[in-house]
Nanobody
């Protein structure tokens, strides 16, 4: 089970750190990722990392502004988001993938003045 948290309302230019805590699985054994879905739009990848030492992928729209990381001791994955824009407003979901895929429940990020 994945539990996402850390979303909220932030002004343009602000920062948020999303967290995704796992229970019943060990993140080190999974590819990890963050996806987002804005109202009326399809779910899209934001960032993912296939292994703990591999180069992560960042979507062009967020590259340079977000960082994905994992804390093995806490079995938690993070998405640090800086310089947030209104276009970043969406529900954010974490995902763990190996032979099967697990999704978190989502955490809402709203960027607005």
């Amino acid at each position: 089970q994945l539990q996402a948290s850390g979303g909220g309302l932030v002004q343009p230019g602000g920062s948020l750190r999303l967290s995704c805590a796992a229970s019943g699985l060990t993140f080190d054994n999974y590819g990890i990722g963050w996806f987002r879905q804005a109202p009326g739009k399809a779910r899209e990848p934001v960032s993912f990392s296939r292994t703990s030492d591999g180069a992560p992928y960042y979507a062009p729209a967020v590259k340079g502004r977000v960082t994905i990381s994992r804390d093995s001791a806490k079995n938690t994955v993070y998405l640090q988001m800086n310089s947030l824009k209104p276009a970043d407003t969406a529900m954010y979901y974490c995902r763990a993938e190996s032979s099967i895929v697990f999704w978190g429940q989502g955490t809402q990020v709203t960027v607005s003045s």
